[in-house]
């Protein structure tokens, strides 16, 4: 499946000439379609270093990669003070892995696979770990909302960074304690070590120009499109990012592999809340640009709502394309009012 | 028990005369009390003839018609330019069935056999299906509460209505192909097609004309007793509506089979959530009258408090009376508010 | 480690001095160290008595003094007209068992015993009755909030309050035909009867006074520090009168009794849902305050929150440190929140 996306690096070419031939609307939708490949590519080279690496450098490498893309896009974003398309991205992040990327995987697993098991014990413990990191993730909005105390906010936005993070490592050095991370077993290193390091150092040079490209788009497509950058942040970007990790998800899910599916969905989301958030807080401090983690009304409740959702599914340790369907469905009325709003 | 409830035909000559006599709140609550057993009739005659028919145009029967008096109620409202009273309906049925219905069935049926067991897992699988529809219920009125583009949330709600009505039929697809729907297993055919037929018209067209002056009579109780059109649209007129559903739901409790009583009460939620709503807003457009999904804050508040009650009793497989009573305490509490506010 | 709690008793006599010297400050923190102790014997006395009492009578005696100290903290702000600190004490009560005594057992117990397992059924069948308790407790908040139907609400405080107690002893009830008890198990009755009796009379009579003492400093706290009642109310008091519950609930889980863990914690988050909170109720119109049960978006928010991440840990029936560290970040950060506020 990732070798048909392969053509769409025929897009990195293009976006850098409508960049310079100033056609904006096109550059902006040329760097959307290079990044799918681009991450897919940095994803493997990850892969492929993390078992040459043996298992805690592999397993804290593949942790730490593995939201690359988005941390980078919204890195740049950032840095043109597009707030609300970072926040929005994070939550849109969120609600991309919980319902369209496992939304999917249990619709097309279902249909293929009929009705399909998992460990429910084992994921119901990483999807409480996830809700966890969530909930503290929006706990700032919940307490701040409507208040004007702004100085109050950014302490608190830093101490709850800070927090994040440190249960973030705390998270990874007790998955390094419990468990093998069989990363290799996934999929066998096909590339050298070098190969590995060169692949993962040119895919992010260019994730990082492309992104850089896409960021300055944004202005102009809401301008001319009439969308609106929040919903470019939460449905456009997320999407965009995600796409190998979506791929990865259905991939496993076809072949009736139910808990890789649900452990792609799930690390993704706890990452973004735990990892990804706390730095983005951290960078824009050093940037003196100070982001607060007071997320709008309307992220609060698509997160929330997908969270109780993801529960209802994961509880029974079964799920059939129905679910899968509702899952889908969810995303998608939230998308139509996400772009009518 | 049907049986007793059949005296309550008389009321419907009741109820005729006192709208010719134009004592109108006589005459409303001799309708609320002539649909009751009229619904339990309708009921019957669609289980017979369900039993008649085979299993996949049975099960698509008992599926359409289940919900048909509060489908007639609702429409005469709509006419009559309702809205209030049409919405506050789907949330109380909701409510109704699974606080109410559902409470009083595990209090009596535990009163009666102590501790009892169902199927945590086919039974989580039926709420999880539940609890997405409610959710897809419910985010119009989450995503646009407050807002004021009407236009939007015209658009929006024909497109939710049109996912929920698709998830509906994926759904009764699903249920055909997975299980036999075991409709004659419960209660054995009793009449003839011709006679299960014409019980069915005749009870339609009774429960048709008893719906229209119910909806004739809400404006002058309303002012007569000082009662709110939202009080009598979310607590009364479900109550009225599946008084058929909570005496089957309490009769499977009652006989120990938990499991038929929990498919009751959330097969009709999930039933309100994705075909009346949608048929609503369907026949309101057709109508002129455009019937938006903008649910008020308290009906929001109510579902979403009621979803998540039924959540924590179904978790566990196991269900006692005291479970029961505080289902029905939390109706009771939100009924008095609702008779407050 | 009680006994070395006993070493705070020496605060009483310097509560008593500062409270004559006129240092408020001091006399505040004496107060609030000395009621540490002595809520510990109290409990201690409670237990030894229910040993002497049988076992209808000792379950009695324990479910009615397990929060006697809240509730002689909350009486005496009630008089001191301190509604607020009052309701913040009670949201905070349930706050600290399910996030901080819950988090500190399952975290401390995890690093001693590594991944400790309990029994789902069980604990999901009481945490079942504690979230429809708390739900009912909520109702009145999320109904009236922004209201301004003054009459209406307290109308309403009451008919709920009834409600909640006599579900608290339909609850009583049930546990008594159920299961035997079990108070002796845990510790056998060390002290006399007439000994017991008389140290809980002691013990309540010198809470009582510290209580007052305690109560009477908080306006001065409040000046001094610049903390707000709500932070005292929310975080301190409930700290200070759950000391006790958090020891015996941390030993438990460190000795790897997670299922005693799990019970304290959660029936006392019941008891201050079904049994102090309508006592407060009662008692307030009784004196003339009327003390309504409209909480406030903060209580609300965190209680509502607890509520869902406390079911995300039991749903499992495993519970490891990171649950445990991830329960008292979101306590921490809360805290923080309500200090900031």
Redesign the interface.
Known sequence: MGKYLNVLLLAIPFSIYFRFSGNELAMFFAACLAIVPLAGIMGEATENLACHSGERVGGLLNATFGNATELLITIFALRSGLFDVVKASIAGSILGNILLVLGLSILLGGIKNGEQSFD??HI??Q???M???I??LI??A???QG?T?HV?LE??SL??AS??LV?YF??LF?AMNRSHSGICEVQEARWSRSRSLLVLGVSTVMIALESEILVGGIEPVTEALGWSQFFIGIILIPIIGNAAEHFSAITMAIKNKMDLSFEIAIGSSTQIAMLVTPVLVFLSFGMGNHLTMMFNY?EI?AVS?AV??A???S????S????G???V??Y???A???F??
């Not at 509880?315 to 079964?318: Q, R, V």
């Not at 059939?320 to 679910?323: C, D, G, I, V």
């Open positions: 429910r014990v119901s413990n999807t409480s770990l809700f966890l990191a909930i503290a706990i700032p919940v307490f701040f208040g105390q109050a302490e608190f101490a709850v927090i994040l249960l705390a998270g007790f309307y409740a709502l109780v959702i529960q209802f599914i509880l029974d340790g079964e059939n394309w129905l679910e369907a509702l899952l469905a969810a998608v009325i939230m139509i009012a996400f009518l709003l």
